[in-house]
C-alpha cells in the first residue's frame, strides 16, 4: 500500500524537477540569423529559417470585404497567399494601407501556413545573440504580444507561429472558417 505522505513527497519533486527551464542553445550562447526590415516606418525583424521567400515587384490582388491591414493575395508558388501589412495588422499605423509605394513581400510560414508581409525596405541578415531579445514596451496591445518575440536593436522580433496564429484568429470571423489542419494551406480568403 502507497503512503500518502510519500505520493505527495514523490509528486512535489517531480513538480519541482518539471517546473525547472530546460537549457537551450539560446543559453548557450547561440546565435540566430535574423533579417530585419522596415514597414510603414516601424522596424521589424524576422528568424531567417521561417522565411519561405523574399519576393519583388509585388501587385497584391486586391480581396473585397477584408480589413485594411489585408492589402490582398499574390500567387507563391502555386498557391493563392494573402498579403499583410504588418504595421497596419500589429496597431502601430492607423489608416489604410497604400500598397503603391510598397512592392517587396516576405513570405513566411509556421509549419501550417504561409503569409506575406508587406516591406518598405529589407536590411541584411545578421546573427544575433538568441538572448539578445529584450522585453515589450509596457502597454503594448495584446496582438503585439501574442506576434512577436520580443525586441532586439529597435526592432519588434516577429514569432511567425504568433503572428500567423494572430492573423487566422482575425480573419476567422470573416472567412466563417475555422482554423485548418496543419497541411501547409495559405491563409486567406478562399
Known amino acids: 500500500m502507497v503512503d500518502a505522505d510519500r505520493t505527495a513527497e514523490v509528486l512535489a519533486t517531480r513538480a519541482r524537477v518539471l517546473a525547472r527551464p530546460l537549457k537551450t542553445a539560446e543559453q ?3 546565435t540566430i540569423q535574423m533579417l530585419g526590415f522596415e514597414a510603414g516606418g ?4 524576422l528568424p531567417v529559417e521561417s522565411i519561405v521567400t523574399v519576393m519583388s515587384a509585388v501587385r497584391p490582388t486586391p480581396v473585397p470585404g477584408m480589413p485594411p491591414w489585408l ?4 500567387g507563391v ?9 504588418p504595421d497596419r495588422f500589429l496597431g502601430t499605423r492607423p489608416g489604410p494601407v497604400e500598397p503603391a509605394g510598397r512592392s517587396t513581400a516576405v ?11 508587406l516591406v518598405d525596405r529589407l536590411d541584411p541578415v545578421e546573427s544575433i545573440a538568441a538572448t539578445a531579445t529584450g522585453p515589450l514596451p509596457a502597454g503594448s496591445s495584446d496582438i503585439v504580444g501574442r506576434a512577436s ?3 532586439i536593436d529597435g526592432r519588434l ?9 494572430a492573423i487566422r484568429s482575425a480573419l476567422q470571423p ?6 485548418p489542419a496543419p497541411d501547409h494551406r495559405p491563409i486567406g480568403p478562399k
Do not use: C, H
Request: avoid cysteine.
Open 174 to 179: 470573416m472567412t466563417g472558417e475555422p482554423s
Open 77 to 85: 508558388r502555386g498557391r493563392v497567399v494573402a498579403v499583410v501589412s
Open 149 to 151: 518575440r520580443g525586441i
Open 157 to 165: 522580433v516577429l514569432d511567425p507561429d504568433g503572428l500567423i496564429a
Open 107 to 117: 513570405v513566411v510560414a509556421d509549419g501550417s501556413a504561409e503569409v506575406a508581409l
Open 42 to 45: 516601424d522596424r521589424f525583424a
Open 71 to 74: 492589402v490582398g493575395a499574390v
Open 28 to 30: 548557450e550562447g547561440a
